[in-house]
């Protein structure tokens, strides 16, 4: 579905907005999908669970020992650039 956003009610272009986390332009269209995940299986799940948790232990093993501070400082950060408007709750 695709919508002008000239053409949302007041309480649509607001949940738009929420959204997005910005102010939709008048000039905007708005297109919004939804998608079904796809089944995953007991054994599917336990498998990719398995291979992340090995994936992780991985890339510990071979990073650097930092404090709890410094961590919480790290991803704050990568959270940032992320979502340039993110505030720690901390």
């Known amino acids: 579905m695709i919508r002008q956003a000239k053409d949302l009610s007041p309480d649509q272009r607001a949940v738009i907005e929420s959204i997005l986390?910005?102010?939709?332009?008048?000039?905007?269209?708005?297109?919004?999908?939804?998608?079904?995940?796809?089944?995953?299986?007991g054994a599917r799940r336990s498998e990719i669970?398995?291979?992340?948790?090995?994936?992780f232990a991985q890339v510990d093993a071979?990073?650097?020992?930092?404090?709890?501070?410094?961590a919480d400082a790290m991803?704050?950060?990568?959270?940032?650039?992320?979502?340039p408007n993110y505030r720690s709750i901390r």
């Open 21 to 41: 986390g910005r102010r939709v332009m008048e000039n905007e269209a708005i297109s919004v999908r939804a998608i079904n995940p796809p089944a995953l299986s």
């Open 62 to 70: 071979q990073r650097s020992p930092v404090s709890a501070d410094q």
């Open 75 to 83: 991803i704050d950060e990568a959270l940032r650039s992320a979502r």
């Open 49 to 55: 669970l398995s291979g992340l948790q090995e994936y």
